[in-house]
């Protein structure tokens, strides 16, 4: 049968507060970062992306660091509203062809 | 408004018996991907197109097979489903630039082998 789900690291949030989500990427040679968000049922959803000749992107209240020495990017989302509820992957671009790895996720849980 | 589409949302089959599930897209993009979800885990590519170039990723099993006959339409077949083979499949789209681009995800399709 399908094996048993893994338990995703979760975040847990005061509405208002800031968010800080972050993700281990494993390719020093990857060049293209992004963050989706994912609600339960539906599929991936864009937030923000950045290039690895870049250190920070800002978004509408999102901002997404990128540290290349290691291999370290994070997520910020600032006043963490009830709607940012949902989990959030990071991905790596690894090829010249587009493909994308996925990191293990983090869920995020705003309480109100 | 230009999306990536699938169908149906939610399908339900028996272990052994083939199954298909559809993938459309307006945005006329080179490359589709498919991906499989698991409960709490990160999608993983099976395969993409890149136009009607095939490319397989090394472990996805044979059962798995697609299909793509023309730009907007893509087709993922799974030819004995196995009660592992329950999962969320997400079909993706990127333009197919060289380098790095952005892929745009549909709702996915939830599948139950009973």
């Known amino acids: 049968g399908e094996s048993v789900g893994l338990h995703l690291p979760t975040l847990s949030v005061q509405e208002g507060d800031n968010s800080i989500i972050n993700c281990a990427y494993s390719n020093s040679a990857s060049d293209y970062f992004i963050w989706y968000k994912q609600e339960s049922g539906k599929g991936p959803q864009f937030i923000i992306d950045i290039r690895s000749n870049m250190d920070k992107r800002q978004g509408q209240r999102v901002t997404v660091l990128l540290n290349k020495t290691v291999k370290h990017l994070s997520l910020q989302i600032a006043a963490t509203q009830p709607g940012d509820s949902a989990v959030y992957f990071c991905a790596e671009n690894i090829d010249q062809g587009g493909k994308l790895i996925f990191g293990q996720g983090t869920e995020l849980s705003v309480k109100p | ?114």
């Open chain 2, 1 to 114: 408004d230009a999306m990536v589409i699938q169908n149906p949302r939610y399908q339900v089959t028996q272990f052994g018996k083939p199954v298909t599930l559809s993938c459309s897209q307006t945005l006329n993009h080179n490359v589709m991907y498919w991906y499989q979800q698991k409960s709490s885990q990160a999608p993983k590519l099976l395969f993409h197109y890149y136009d009607k170039d095939f490319n397989n990723e090394a472990d996805t099993p044979d059962n798995f097979q697609s299909r793509r006959p023309n730009t907007s339409f893509c087709f993922l077949d799974i030819r004995s489903p196995g009660l592992g083979d329950a999962a969320m499949y997400l079909c993706a789209t990127s333009r197919g630039d060289r380098g790095a681009n952005e892929q745009f995800f549909g709702p996915g399709t939830r599948l139950t082998v009973l």
